[in-house]
C-alpha cells in the first residue's frame, strides 16, 4: 500500500470539505478506503491568559514540513492507513478561525481514529511552531502544556 501525505503550512484558510475528499482519492484502491477521521482545530477566544484577540504563529520554514512529514510517515508505519493529510496555518489568526486540519484514511475507523489523534499528539509537541497570543492585557508566548506531552508519550507504551 503506497504512502500519500498532504502537509501544507500557510497563511490563507483551507478548505475541509476538499481535503476530506482528497483523503478519500488517497489511494489506488479508492474503493478499500472505508473510513476518514479527521481533526479541525480552532483559534479559541478564551485561553489561559484571558480573552485573546489575536493568535500568531510562526514557524520554522522547511524544517516544519520535513518534521510534520516524518510524524505523518511514522504513523503509517504505527498504523494501517491509506492517507494522511495535515494543514496548519501560520500569521495572523482571530477567534473561531481555523488554524489546523489533520485527516487520515484508512480500510477501518480504529485505525483511521488511532493515526489522526497519534498525529494531532506528535504535531502539538514536536512541529516547530511558536504562538503569541494578543489580549487587552499584553502579549504572550505560548508555551506547550504538560498534558500534551504525556498524550505524546502514551503512544510509547502502545
Same mark, same amino acid.
Given at each position: 500500500? !503506497?504512502?500519500?501525505?498532504?502537509? %501544507?503550512?500557510?497563511?490563507?484558510?483551507?478548505?475541509?470539505?476538499?481535503?476530506?475528499?482528497?483523503?478519500?482519492?488517497?489511494? *489506488?484502491?479508492?474503493?478499500?478506503? !472505508?473510513?476518514?477521521?479527521?481533526?479541525?482545530?480552532?483559534?479559541?477566544?478564551?485561553? *489561559?491568559?484571558?480573552?485573546?484577540?489575536?493568535?500568531?504563529?510562526?514557524?520554522?520554514?522547511?524544517?516544519?514540513?520535513?518534521?510534520?512529514? /516524518?510524524?505523518?510517515?511514522?504513523?503509517?508505519?504505527?498504523?494501517?492507513?491509506? !492517507? +494522511?493529510?495535515?494543514?496548519?496555518?501560520?500569521?495572523?489568526?482571530?477567534?473561531?478561525?481555523?488554524?489546523?486540519?489533520?485527516?487520515?484514511?484508512?480500510?477501518?475507523? /480504529?485505525?483511521?481514529?488511532?493515526? +489522526?489523534?497519534?498525529?494531532?499528539?506528535?504535531?502539538?509537541?514536536?512541529?516547530?511552531?511558536? %504562538?503569541?497570543?494578543?489580549?487587552?492585557?499584553? *502579549?504572550?508566548?505560548?508555551?506547550?502544556?504538560?498534558?500534551?506531552?504525556?498524550?505524546?508519550?502514551?503512544?510509547?507504551?502502545?
Amino acid at each position: 500500500m !503506497g504512502q500519500h501525505i498532504l502537509v %501544507k503550512v500557510q497563511e490563507k484558510n483551507f478548505d475541509v470539505k476538499t481535503l476530506i475528499e482528497n483523503l478519500t482519492k488517497s489511494s *489506488e484502491q479508492e474503493n478499500e478506503i !472505508g473510513a476518514i477521521a479527521t481533526f479541525i482545530g480552532r483559534v479559541r477566544r478564551n485561553q *489561559e491568559a484571558g480573552l485573546v484577540d489575536e493568535l500568531f504563529l510562526e514557524h520554522y520554514p522547511v524544517m516544519t514540513e520535513k518534521k510534520i512529514e /516524518k510524524i505523518a510517515h511514522d504513523a503509517f508505519e504505527k498504523f494501517q492507513i491509506n !492517507g +494522511c493529510t495535515v494543514v496548519h496555518r501560520i500569521g495572523n489568526l482571530t477567534p473561531g478561525e481555523l488554524i489546523v486540519f489533520v485527516g487520515v484514511s484508512s480500510r477501518h475507523r /480504529k485505525e483511521a481514529f488511532e493515526a +489522526c489523534s497519534y498525529v494531532m499528539d506528535f504535531l502539538k509537541t514536536e512541529a516547530p511552531f511558536w %504562538k503569541k497570543e494578543t489580549s487587552a492585557g499584553g *502579549e504572550r508566548w505560548v508555551k506547550t502544556r504538560e498534558e500534551d506531552y504525556i498524550a505524546r508519550d502514551k503512544w510509547s507504551e502502545k
